[in-house]
């Protein structure tokens, strides 16, 4: 069908033309920009909500520490059960240098303590390795401090109980 007028001739709408090398370098840019924005959003939620965990109970942080802990440390050796160890971390392995059982530590190695198994692990999480195991053992004079509430709650009870009967 040949063309009769110039006016048939139909012309691309603006937004169907080809763009310029410099119109696509532009959105795209403006695309990076935005997820770029929508990136620092979501990190920024995140570690808020991190915060608020941590502000709202902070042994929260020390229980899983434990937890990853004691779940390597089960894979390497067999841990007393039904009793929650106490986590330390060395923090000088210069200051504990004089005492026998520090001295392979390092900086930076989990000590886990089961009194009630009157156990001490020296643990180093960056090579996965048992580095000392020992008998815990603790002062004559110094009890479980649970023992001795208990034992001190019992007495003055007794005596309560005594003094009442004396009144009676």
């Known amino acids: 069908m040949p063309v009769k007028n110039k006016e048939e001739i139909k012309t691309i709408p603006d937004s169907q033309a080809p763009q310029s090398p410099k119109k696509k370098r532009k959105y795209f840019f403006k695309f990076i920009i935005f997820l770029i924005i929508i990136g620092l959003a979501g990190a ?70 089961y009194a009630a198994a009157r156990k001490a692990i020296i643990y180093r999480p960056s090579a996965n390795k048992v580095i000392e195991v020992a008998p815990l053992v603790l002062d004559q004079g110094a009890q479980d401090p649970t023992q001795n509430t208990a034992v001190s709650n019992e007495k003055s009870n007794e005596t309560g109980q005594n003094q009442e009967a004396n009144t009676n």
Not at 66 to 93: C, F, N, R
């Open 44 to 113: 920024t939620g995140y570690y808020y909500k991190q915060y608020k965990k941590i502000k709202d109970n902070p042994n929260v942080v020390a229980q899983e520490e434990l937890k990853i802990v004691t779940d390597a440390l089960s894979k390497l050796m067999e841990l007393p059960e039904g009793e929650e160890p106490t986590l330390a971390t060395v923090q000088d392995k210069e200051k504990l240098k004089e005492q026998d059982f520090f001295k392979k530590s390092e900086n930076g190695d989990k000590i886990l303590i």
